[in-house]
Structure formats: structure tokens, C-alpha cells
């Protein structure tokens, strides 16, 4: 009678294991299934954020840990070019422009002009913004590029030399002038002779994006 019990004990015992073991199984199941699917996403995810494409275009985050870079051939170029670009294009998307306009009227310029109110009081942004701007403009097109102002010494009060004065006045037929501000919308766009890049107010990096805008369609990559 004594090992009846006994075998019973250990046959629920046997059997009581083996139902654990089931259900350790079960969850390392699950929790392998989970690790899986999260490290899947999460590559995806970062394989996303380090690299993309964009109108077949490689884009890169730059070593400098700010922009994006792309290789791309300068005129007839055998090697390409490493270039950089502050934002992503996908993101640029939304900004309005003229790319006919812009395509024709930085064509055939020998000098340009990134030109600013310096009484509006824009800062480094829109310092940054006039490089993205002179990069295409002085590899691609070879044009002479010089950062100025649009108010003179009488205005100002203040002691400025002529030659970095210029306004919308100022552009001709082998002359451009870009005018760089702040306004109701972040657009490029024809005024008075000038190309306007301006970004919406009261958002400086808004013209860096505007900037970048122009800067992409002036090498064709955004149209």
C-alpha cells in the first residue's frame, strides 16, 4: 500500500514537472519571438536613421555629426564630389519654389550676392545659410559668391564700404542678387529682382532650411 502511494506521489510529481517545463518553454518561446521582432525593428530603425535614398541619391550622416552627405558629380567630374547638406530632403518637401525660375535665373550669373537687412539682427543661421547657398553656386555654376549687406553707411550710421552694400537694384543679366530673411512662410521666390530665401518668422533655422531647399534644386536633385 505504502509504495502505491508512493508511485502516485511521484507520478503527480513527474507529471507536475512536466507541466512546468511546458510552460518555461512556452515563455522562452515567447520572449525569443519578442527579442526577435524588437531587434528586427530596432536595425531597421537605425539602418533608416544612418543611411537613405533620395532620387537615387545616397544620403549619409556627415562625420561631422551634423547634415547629411552625398557624393555627387561636379560638371564632368570622374570622381565624385563629397557634399554636405544641412537638413533632409524628405523634410524639405513642403517648402515652396520656383524651380524653373531659380534653374534660369542662376544660369549664365558670373557674381552673386547673398545679401540681408543687417537691421533685421539675424544671427548664425542665416550665416549658415548663405554657405549651403554658395556651395552649388561656386562649384556648379562657377560663380563668384560675396556675402553683403542691404543698407549703406548713411542708413546705418555706421562705417560700411560700398562693395558690400547690394540690393535687388543691383541684379542684371550676369548679376544675381539672393536676399535672405524672415516673412510670413518658409519659400523661395521672385521679388524686385532678387531670388528671396526666406524662412517664416520668428524661426532663423527656417532660412537654413529654405537654403537647403534651393541648394538641392540648383543640383537637381529636388525638383
Known amino acids: ?13 513527474s507529471e507536475l514537472s512536466q507541466k512546468k517545463l511546458g510552460i518555461v518553454t512556452v515563455v ?14 530596432a536595425s531597421n530603425s ?14 549619409n550622416p556627415s562625420k561631422t555629426g551634423v547634415g547629411f552627405d552625398m557624393q555627387f558629380f561636379v560638371n564632368d567630374a570622374s570622381y565624385p564630389t563629397l557634399m554636405t547638406v544641412r537638413n533632409d530632403p524628405r523634410e524639405l518637401e513642403d517648402i515652396s519654389i520656383d524651380v524653373d525660375y531659380v534653374m534660369d535665373v542662376v544660369s549664365g550669373k558670373n557674381v552673386v550676392y547673398i545679401t540681408e537687412d543687417p537691421l533685421d539682427d539675424l544671427r548664425g543661421p542665416t550665416l549658415v545659410a548663405a554657405r549651403e547657398i554658395a556651395i552649388p553656386l561656386s ?9 553683403t549687406l542691404t543698407k549703406t553707411s548713411e542708413e546705418l550710421d555706421v562705417p560700411i564700404e560700398e562693395q558690400f552694400v ?29 531670388l528671396i530665401v526666406q524662412g517664416k518668422s520668428p524661426d532663423e533655422m527656417e532660412i537654413i532650411r529654405a537654403a537647403d531647399r534651393l541648394y538641392l534644386t540648383m543640383i537637381g536633385i529636388m525638383s
Open 166 to 194: 547690394r540690393t535687388c537694384e543691383d541684379s542684371d543679366d550676369t548679376t544675381l542678387v539672393i536676399w535672405q530673411r524672415l516673412g510670413d512662410e518658409t519659400a523661395v521666390f521672385e521679388e524686385n529682382g532678387c
Open 139 to 147: 562649384l556648379l555654376y562657377g560663380a563668384e559668391v560675396n556675402k
Open 1 to 13: 500500500m505504502s509504495d502505491e502511494i508512493n508511485n502516485a506521489v511521484e507520478k503527480k510529481k
Open 28 to 41: 522562452a518561446i515567447g520572449m525569443l519571438i519578442f527579442m526577435f521582432i524588437f531587434l528586427f525593428n
Open 46 to 59: 537605425s539602418v533608416d536613421r544612418l543611411y537613405f535614398e533620395y532620387n537615387g541619391i545616397k544620403f
